[in-house]
Structures are given as structure tokens and as C-alpha cells.
């Protein structure tokens, strides 16, 4: 739901920080950046004074940087996609500058698919179950996963005013796989999460389509996955810097079963403040770097858990639960106008869409014997939130609003201040 209050439209900022190369601008989830034209000249109110944008250079994830989150290793490219089967893919928008134009530009959005298996998820579904920490916002479908208990769709992430145009998209990839549903078969209800880009992004354009939701499903893949401001994170902003999408993911050790745990997040949500890093108070120590205008989000928080672990819809709603505890290590206090969701399903069951038996038997891990489960899922999503920000870039938006990108040398500062920097790290250490 739109929680941003009216921003003022503020004065242009330099044609030269415009066609600079913070401006990040893409038309799918792997071209490479091009630079938009400055914007036309125009009458400009009084100017206010703006931080400068920081020299982004190249950006790294958490760990990269010697923040290491929790005690337990991560999986093998320390993502949702370490998870067997589990794919994600983005199509990502990013047009034009200067004056909103509503219904026309400039556009910083898009969308962001995970597959929850490489197989049948239609007719082999997976268990399932969501948890919402505050409602003000939207996560399709979610109704019917916790009343069956299972997942059977893709999962998509965008914005606010995108959900019904995805929701299509993704009902169009149903239909088109499995050309019995609603004929032989029952319908479908897919999952559809939203968070608002409006600061940024022309919202009013409604320039997510449903073939974009196509585009992603078809690209999406196994293997590394982009982070920052692609896919439906083109538009977030967490704690007042730029944010997006962030992934993350834990290796149980063998004595706990050896499970991956991976987790995937779409962060919009926190005030400068409030941020701490691994405990450290980051937010108190970077205080400028504000976005330009000045304002005030609610905001929201998208997140996904997934695992090969055996586990029932039972268990599965105690997982996503407990991502609340990795949000608020963030340090943020989940305001009114924040629309968490969350979403949690597990691989290592599958469940017949249609069965010839009376009964069914599934198997799961001990309730006693889930804490390293429970410490995977809050680990992977905290790290995962971070790994959202510090990939992101600096991103000029609607009316020359400017998100700054968190600056890793100043962050790395920071931690090494508070003893809390590590010899940096590569997946699966």
C-alpha cells in the first residue's frame, strides 16, 4: 500500500551528477548500465543544499567487507539459490530523469521471480506457510498458503501499484505451464509481494508488466544472484540509504542434518537512526548522506526463507515467525505504516496435488532438533538485508530525488571502531 507522504518537488541537481555514472540505468536484469540525458531546463524553486553523492566504486556484500553475521557458514555462494532447485530472476527498468512526469517517467522499478523447485511444483507442491510482523501492505495468495499449507507458485516481488499487473503475469506462466489448470485442473492463486517505490519511481506509470513477469520467470536461474537496486529493489530505500534486493544463506553442519538454509529480501523500511550492524550503531555514526528531499518512510520489508530440510507447514510457520528477530537485529521497530510479510517453504517434502490414498505420510525434522534451523533462517535473513544495501547504488530518481548509497569505506570504518571487522570472508566460509 502507498505510505510515502506528497514529497515537494525540489530543485534539479547538476546535469553533470545526472549523466554521471551512480545514475544506474538498465532495461533488463543483466544490461549494462547507459547514461540518460540531463533533464530539460525549467523553472527551479529556491535550491537546498545536497550531500554530494559518494564515489560508489564497486560495491560489496557484507561479508566481502569483513561483517560477518552469526556463527554458522554459509552455503557455497552464501544465496537463496544455494538451495537445491530455487531460482531468481529479474527484469529491471530504470528511464529517464529529471521532472515527474506522472504516467510517463522517470522510472526506477521492475520485478524480481524466485521458482521455488526446478521440477513440478504444481502438481509436487512443496510445504509451506507465511507470517506477517505489521500488514500495511500486500503478499498475494498468502490466505491460501496457510490454509493448505503449501506453495505452488512462483513468488514475485515489485511495487505497490504493480501487484495486479504481476499478478497477471504470474497467472500467465501458470497457465502456459500447465495448460489444465482451470479446465482439468484447479485454479491458481500466486504470490505477489509489494513494497513502495514511489520516492524514486514514477509509481503512477504502472510500467511493470505482466511479460515482464515472464522475462524474469524465463531467465531466472540457478547460480549467483544480483543484489542492490535491480529487479523489484530498483526503487528501495532501507535506513535512508539505497537499498533492494539482498540474499543470503547457511550451511547446517552435519550433525544438525546438513541442511542449506537460503533467504531472499526486498528491504524498504527503517529510519537512518536506527540502523546497526551487527550490533553496531552505524546509523548514529553515518548521519548524513540523507536522502534528498528529506523524508520520512514507513516503508516495508519483503522476505523469503527457503530450505531442503524436511518440514512440515507446522514448522514452517515457527521458521517464519523468527524472521522477525533477524529484522529487528537491523534495528529497526516495524512502524504502523510497514507492510512486513514473510514467507517460508522447505524442498525436502513434497506433497501430490492429487492422491489415490486415504492418508499421507511426511516426514520432519524433531521440533527439539529445529534451533539450528531456527538460527539459519534469522542469520541468513539479517545478512541478507545488509547484502541489500551495500550493493545498492546511488540512484537518482522522480524530480532529481536521490538515494545515496551507503559508503563501504566509511562502514568498514565504523565497524573496525567498534571491533566488529573481520578479515573479509568468501561464501561458505
Given at each position: ?73 554459509t552455503g557455497r555462494l552464501n544465496a537463496i539459490t544455494d538451495v537445491p532447485g530455487v531460482r531468481v530472476g529479474h527484469v529491471t ?228 515467525r523468527r524472521i522477525s528477530l533477524a529484522v529487528g537485529r537491523t534495528g529497526t521497530v516495524s512502524r504502523d505504516g510497514s507492510g ?90
Open positions: 500500500m502507498p505510505r510515502r507522504p506528497h514529497l515537494p518537488r525540489v530543485a534539479a541537481l547538476s546535469a553533470a551528477l545526472l549523466s554521471s555514472p551512480w545514475l544506474l540505468s538498465c532495461a533488463g536484469p543483466r544490461s549494462r548500465p547507459s547514461q540518460p540525458s540531463p533533464p530539460a531546463a525549467r523553472p527551479s524553486p529556491p535550491a537546498r543544499p545536497a550531500a554530494p553523492p559518494p564515489a560508489d566504486g564497486a560495491r560489496r556484500r557484507a561479508r566481502e567487507l569483513g561483517i560477518v553475521i552469526g556463527r554458522l557458514p527498468h530504470v528511464r529517464g530523469a529529471g521532472r515527474l512526469d506522472p504516467g510517463k517517467g522517470p522510472v526506477r522499478t521492475g520485478v524480481t521471480v524466485i521458482l521455488p523447485t526446478s521440477d513440478d511444483f504444481w502438481h509436487s507442491k512443496v510445504p509451506a506457510a507465511s507470517f506477517t510482523l505489521n500488514g500495511n501492505g500486500e503478499m498475494t495468495g498468502l490466505h491460501y498458503v496457510n490454509e493448505l499449507g503449501v506453495l505452488e507458485t512462483p513468488i514475485v516481488f515489485t511495487n505497490t501499484l504493480a501487484v495486479g499487473r504481476a499478478l497477471d503475469g504470474a497467472t500467465q506462466y501458470m497457465l502456459r505451464r500447465y495448460p489444465a489448470i482451470g479446465v482439468d485442473e484447479p485454479t491458481v492463486a500466486p504470490i505477489v509481494g509489494e513494497c513502495d517505490d514511489s520516492a524514486l519511481n514514477d509509481i503512477r506509470g504502472l510500467h511493470v508488466s505482466a511479460e515482464d513477469v515472464l522475462t524474469a520467470a524465463a531467465q531466472a536461474a540457478e547460480g549467483p544472484v544480483q543484489e542492490g537496486a535491480v529487479g523489484g529493489g530498483t526503487g528501495m530505500i532501507c535506513y535512508d540509504f539505497k537499498c533492494g534486493i539482498g540474499t543470503a544463506s547457511r550451511a547446517l553442519p552435519g550433525g544438525a542434518g546438513g541442511f542449506i538454509v537460503g533467504a531472499i529480501v526486498q528491504s524498504n523500511f527503517g529510519a537512518r537512526g536506527e540502523l546497526r550492524v551487527d550490533g553496531v550503531p552505524v546509523g548514529q555514526e553515518i548521519r548524513d548522506l540523507l536522502p534528498v528531499p528529506d523524508y520520512h518512510s514507513e516503508g516495508s520489508l519483503l522476505a523469503v526463507v527457503a530450505t531442503d530440510a524436511p518440514l512440515s507447514a507446522r514448522q514452517l510457520g515457527r521458521v517464519a512486513d510479510l514473510f514467507l517460508a517453504f522447505a524442498t525436502g517434502n513434497r506433497i501430490p496435488a492429487e492422491s489415490t490414498e486415504l492418508t499421507r505420510t511426511l516426514r520432519e525434522v524433531d521440533d527439539g532438533r529445529l534451533n539450528p534451523l531456527f538460527q539459519a533462517a534469522e542469520e541468513a535473513v539479517e545478512e541478507a538485508i545488509l547484502n541489500a544495501m551495500t550493493m545498492a547504488t546511488t540512484t537518482f530518481g522522480q524530480d532529481d530525488h536521490v538515494a545515496h548509497a551507503i559508503p563501504l569505506d566509511r562502514l568498514r570504518e565504523v565497524m573496525r571502531r567498534y571491533g566488529r571487522l573481520r578479515e573479509p570472508e568468501r561464501a561458505g566460509r
